[in-house]
């Protein structure tokens, strides 16, 4: 209890001095992050509305595996990452090992599974309901998913957050392809491990709190962008 204590007081006191470090830091998780997500949000959104509304040979078993790759392990997806981006893999030329951009990369991978099958779902219902109209309106594939996705984007925005709630707490995969390099790489979670096997228990849970009064005020934001919470939405 004294540590819960003490880490609320650390965590009040570095936000309210506004610690250099801290906010380079929180900015940093923050790019990364919301970097991924755009990213993983303008594949997998797409991608779920594509397979609502197609009919192919393997369409199921495609399905299957894009619920399946839900679960990939983070430290698997920083490893394959890692090795391809190594002086020795194929895109080792282009020195994005130990950067935020391989950071992003690993991200990206792990989340735009979450995305897509999620929007799958949503889209899905919503075809069921709009194929009989957009059939007869003849419209085309693309026309069809730039409809079901425009009505079920609040839907989406569910989905897209899901993916944030995945990144934002991440630590295996960044690590590894990251490096935790103080003032390049260093992000909450990663900062979180340092200081957890250090000993500094108290700044670990202080930078605990933050991270989750991070995710809070970033849903909240987007919340109250997109006009969520008016009309009894929620």
Same mark, same amino acid.
């Given at each position: 209890?004294?540590?819960?204590?003490?880490?609320?007081?650390?965590?009040?006191?570095?936000?309210?001095?506004?610690?250099?470090?801290?906010?380079?830091?929180?900015?940093?998780?923050?790019?990364? #992050? *919301?970097?991924?997500?755009?990213?993983?949000?303008? &594949? +997998? =959104?797409?991608?779920? /509305?594509? =397979?609502?509304?197609?009919?192919?040979?393997?369409?199921?078993? #495609?399905?299957?595996? @894009?619920? /399946?790759?839900?679960?990939?392990?983070?430290?698997?997806?920083? =490893?394959?990452?890692?090795? *391809? *981006?190594?002086?020795?893999?194929? %895109?080792?030329? %282009?020195?994005?090992?130990?950067?935020?951009?391989?950071?992003?990369? /690993?991200?990206? !991978?792990?989340? #735009?599974? &979450? !995305?897509?099958?999620? /929007?799958?779902?949503?889209?899905?219902?919503?075809?069921?309901?709009?194929? $009989? @109209?957009?059939?007869?309106?003849?419209?085309?594939?693309?026309?069809?998913?730039?409809?079901?996705? %425009? $009505?079920?984007?609040?839907?989406?925005?569910?989905?897209?957050?899901?993916?944030? +709630?995945?990144?934002? +707490?991440?630590?295996?995969?960044?690590?590894?392809?990251?490096?935790?390099?103080?003032h390049v790489t260093r992000v909450l979670t990663t900062a979180i491990a340092l200081e957890t096997s250090k000993g $500094? %228990?108290?700044?670990?849970?202080? =930078? +605990?709190?933050?991270?989750i009064a991070l995710a809070v005020a970033v849903n909240l934001a987007i919340h109250l962008v997109s006009g969520t919470?008016?009309?009894?939405?929620?």
């Open positions: 209890m004294n540590e819960l204590l003490e880490g609320l007081s650390t965590a009040l006191r570095l936000v309210f001095s506004a610690d250099r470090e801290l906010l380079e830091i929180t900015a940093r998780s923050l790019q990364v #992050t *919301l970097s991924a997500v755009l990213i993983a949000s303008l &594949i +997998g =959104l797409p991608l779920g /509305a594509w =397979l609502a509304v197609n009919r192919f040979r393997f369409r199921r078993a #495609t399905i299957i595996m @894009l619920n /399946a790759l839900m679960g990939l392990p983070p430290v698997v997806v920083g =490893l394959i990452v890692y090795i *391809l *981006l190594s002086r020795s893999g194929p %895109f080792g030329v %282009f020195g994005l090992l130990f950067t935020p951009t391989a950071m992003i990369i /690993a991200q990206v !991978i792990i989340i #735009t599974p &979450i !995305i897509a099958s999620i /929007a799958h779902q949503a889209i899905r219902e919503l075809w069921a309901d709009y194929h $009989d @109209l957009l059939i007869s309106l003849n419209t085309s594939k693309w026309q069809r998913i730039k409809t079901l996705i %425009f $009505d079920a984007r609040r839907s989406l925005l569910t989905a897209s957050l899901a993916g944030f +709630g995945r990144a934002i +707490g991440e630590v295996g995969a960044i690590m590894i392809v990251g490096g935790n390099i103080d $500094d %228990f108290a700044l670990a849970l202080a =930078l +605990g709190l933050i991270l919470e008016r009309g009894g939405r929620w």
